[in-house]
């Protein structure tokens, strides 16, 4: 009798233990892919699909320093003031907090603004929040490598 209850017992604290780490990378996974469709949409240009991804109360800090809202992002990316040719991340991390997470990223942009073509690296921290059932994207912020 003792063994079985002992047995149910570590049983009980494995499926304790082992829960959260799994709803972890689910929730590693769904951020990874949403943010894989962030630069699809940048590139694209898809304000419609951009309109999903960034939450209402969305903060977006350039590099530059200058900051916008979603509305005045959106707009001036459909219009065409920055037109992003590509966008690859590398040293990308993930870390969930409960109901927001941390994405952050060396990402080398090449990029035409106002017609002029760049290329430069930057690093990026998104924060990442759940809004009813759905992720989105609450604060963009980069800081541009030298």
Do not use: C
């Amino acid at each position: 009798m003792k063994t079985k209850t002992y047995l149910l017992s570590f049983l009980f604290f494995l499926a304790l233990t082992i829960t959260p780490q799994a709803q972890s990378n689910k929730v590693e996974q769904a951020i990874i892919a949403l943010e894989q469709q962030w630069v699809d949409a940048l590139v694209k240009a898809d304000g419609a699909a951009l309109e999903q991804i960034y939450s209402d109360q969305l903060t977006y800090t350039h590099s530059s320093g200058s900051t916008d809202t979603k509305a005045e992002y959106i707009t001036n990316l459909k219009a065409g003031k920055t037109k992003y040719e590509s966008l690859v991340r590398e040293d990308v991390k993930v870390r969930v907090f409960g109901n927001t997470v941390l994405h952050t990223s060396k990402t080398n942009i090449r990029l035409i603004s106002n017609g002029q073509p760049s290329a430069f690296a930057v690093k990026v921290l998104h924060v990442w929040v759940k809004e009813g059932s759905k992720w989105r994207m609450v604060a963009h912020q980069t800081t541009r490598l030298p």
